[in-house]
């Protein structure tokens, strides 16, 4: 079965600062990989999304992951963040064969002081 | 365009109570269904998922179920409401193809007193 780790639950940056959230991976087969966002009093929505070719994704926002297959991992990085990406990061794993039964981190709770 | 509805979006229950949640899907056919759990640091949980209509999987063992009557119809249930069911409860779909991700309902807020 998948599972999926992010290790840090909350990371407070000061704006202009740059932005690196771990999430790793269990699963031997072939994986989607995503990240979601939930900001504060809105629902859950994509931010970037992994099925397969280049590993490094980029996606709304200035956000980026790489897909390390090697080391299981789909890091969330930003160079620079600002006070609106305050939000609650998640990290989602998804069988690419078979039925999809998607799996998600516990979440990092990202603070962006002004 | 695909749609996911989800209400109510906030319910208070007493203890013992009956509970139902509905989810349902517009603009898509024979879609992936989830429910899950949103529970501060423990990210979202999930509880039941389907890939048809009665073919429903349970995740973790708990005090609630769920049911598909219809293709596009998802509805998470009890039968008596416990405190610990309290929670923000997500509805969310997926195509039923590879490579797809999933849209997520608004969610509800439940709290048992």
């Known amino acids: 079965a998948q599972s999926v780790s992010q290790h840090n639950h909350h990371v407070i940056l000061s704006e202009a600062a740059s932005l690196e959230l771990g999430c790793n991976y269990s699963?031997?087969?072939?994986?989607?990989l995503f990240w979601y966002v939930q900001y504060p009093g809105q629902h859950l929505q994509l931010l970037l999304k992994y099925f397969s070719g280049d590993p490094l994704v980029k996606g709304i926002k200035g956000f980026e992951a790489e897909f390390i297959k090697s080391k299981f991992s789909f890091n969330l990085r930003k160079p620079s963040v600002q006070w609106s990406d305050t939000a609650e990061y998640f990290c989602a794993v998804k069988s690419a064969t078979g039925f999809q039964k998607l799996v998600f981190g516990t979440g990092t709770r990202l603070l962006v002081s002004p | 365009s695909q749609t996911i509805h989800q209400w109510p979006a906030t319910l208070v229950q007493p203890v013992g109570s009956p509970l139902s949640l509905e989810c349902t899907v517009e603009?898509?056919?024979?879609?992936?269904l989830y429910w899950y759990r949103q529970a501060a640091g423990r990210g979202l949980q999930l509880l039941f998922y389907s890939v048809g209509i009665g073919q429903i999987s349970s995740e973790v063992p708990q005090n609630l179920s769920a049911s598909r009557p219809q293709d596009r119809q998802f509805i998470l249930s009890s039968k008596k409401l416990l405190l610990s069911d309290s929670g923000f409860y997500l509805c969310?779909?997926?195509?039923?193809?590879?490579?797809?991700?999933?849209?997520f309902g608004q969610g509800t807020r439940l709290t048992v007193v």
């Open positions: 699963y031997g087969g072939t994986v989607n």
């Open positions: 603009g898509t056919s024979n879609p992936n």
């Open positions: 969310a779909w997926t195509r039923d193809t590879l490579n797809t991700e999933a849209f």
